[in-house]
């Protein structure tokens, strides 16, 4: 059997999500939760979380939300109080204005020492919109990587470069990459699903998977498949748009029984191991 996550992203981002993630990693059905802990995010029922077996990391937030950090707000990088509305919006923010970048990298910090408060291991670094991935942003990430030596990051750049929002993203991972390797060793979990936040259906799990494990059978990356579940699409509509997705679909999908049956056709195993990071 090969070891597979599943990462549900988002907690903290809304109760919704948070109440799907931990439904389902109380019943074993993914291996990790990715936390947000910007200002405002929901995280009072972390406890619920904590009770289950999934691994836990930090989701760094640097679009959308409201900076950790109090005198971000007014500045450039969070003008009305929220950060840039996509990774390609602060990436061109950063190539105007570099003398930002200093001020980025301290909320990053912000958010890592946020993180390491809530009193959970650091499994795990990723990213909201997979914004760690881009060049410009990639650098003020990896030295956190080097100082607090999370156990695992997410990483496209083992995946090839196709015509696909997923080819695009393996193309911006390679470029990083390329700008700066941490010396602290971490195992790579390479991400599934870009761009289809909300919009995974078995279908798509199944090409995902078909494409994954082959292009994974020549690297000791795990393959990561990102899932942003909810238990109630109607809330986070109403705050973000049609952006949000059919996030209830994902956790319906996650919990059937179309969907084990799926991991036993592609002869992966995904609980039993819930932190595959630290046994690696």
């Given amino acids: 059997m090969r070891p597979i996550w599943i990462t549900a992203d ?18 074993g059905q993914i291996s990790a939760a990715a936390i947000m802990v910007h200002d405002g995010a929901a995280l009072a029922g972390l406890a619920r979380l904590r009770a289950t077996p999934v691994a836990t990391g930090l989701h760094l937030v640097l679009t959308q939300e409201r900076p950790v ?7 450039a990088l969070a003008p009305d109080g929220h950060l840039p ?18 001020l980025l990298a301290d909320e990053l910090a912000a958010q890592l020492d946020r993180y390491q408060a809530l009193g959970l291991p650091l499994d795990f670094l990723n ?3 997979h914004a760690h991935e881009v060049p410009v942003l990639w650098p003020l990430v990896a030295p956190l990587v080097e100082r607090r030596r999370p156990a ?45 936040a909300g919009a995974l259906r078995l279908t798509e799990l199944d090409e995902l998977l078909t494409r994954a494990l082959r292009w994974h059978d020549r690297t000791d990356a795990v393959p990561e498949l990102v899932m942003h579940p909810a238990i109630d699409d109607a809330p986070l509509h109403a705050r973000y748009g049609d952006r949000a997705g059919a996030r209830r679909a994902e956790y319906d999908l996650l919990r059937s029984p179309a969907a084990a049956a799926l991991w036993r056709r592609h002869g992966v195993t995904i609980h039993g191991e819930p932190a595959v990071a630290r046994a690696a």
């Avoid at 950090?69 to 500045?75: D, E, F, K, M, S």
């Fill in 10 to 27: 988002d907690y903290g981002l809304h109760e919704v999500v948070n109440t799907a993630i931990e439904r389902l990693a109380a019943a």
């Fill in 69 to 75: 950090l109090a005198r971000l707000v007014g500045t």
């Fill in 85 to 102: 509305d996509s990774p390609y919006a602060l990436t061109r923010l950063l190539l105007r204005r570099p003398q930002l970048r200093g």
């Fill in 152 to 196: 695992a990051v997410r990483g496209a750049h083992v995946q090839p470069v196709t015509a696909s929002r997923q080819g695009a993203l393996a193309l911006l991972s390679r470029a990083s990459q390329r700008t700066y390797q941490p010396r602290a060793a971490h195992q790579v979990l390479s991400p599934l699903g870009a761009g289809q």
């Fill in 127 to 129: 990213s909201h919109e």
